[in-house]
């Protein structure tokens, strides 16, 4: 069976979403204590918060890489 997580979508650009957390989002300068969901670009990301991911596009912040 495929995993759930790969089929998940930006809901702003379709690109394919990719779980990151601590070292790898302090290069983006997000601050996401719980990791974060990045776009295929490295452009978006979308929050973990109390567990869930948050892709409600008001809760994305735009990195610069």
């Known amino acids: 069976s495929e995993d759930v997580t ?8 379709q690109q ?5 957390e601590g070292e790898a ?4 300068g997000a ?5 974060a ?3 295929e670009d490295g452009q978006r990301a979308y929050p973990v918060e109390d ?3 948050n892709l409600a596009p ?3 912040t735009e990195l610069k890489s």
Do not use: M, N
């Open 31 to 35: 601050d996401y204590p719980e990791g």
């Open 25 to 28: 989002l302090a290069a983006f």
């Open 58 to 60: 008001d809760s994305s």
């Open 51 to 53: 567990g869930f991911l």
């Open 16 to 20: 394919t979403l990719h779980f990151k």
């Open 37 to 39: 969901y990045l776009t």
């Open 6 to 13: 790969s089929l998940l979508r930006c809901p702003v650009t």
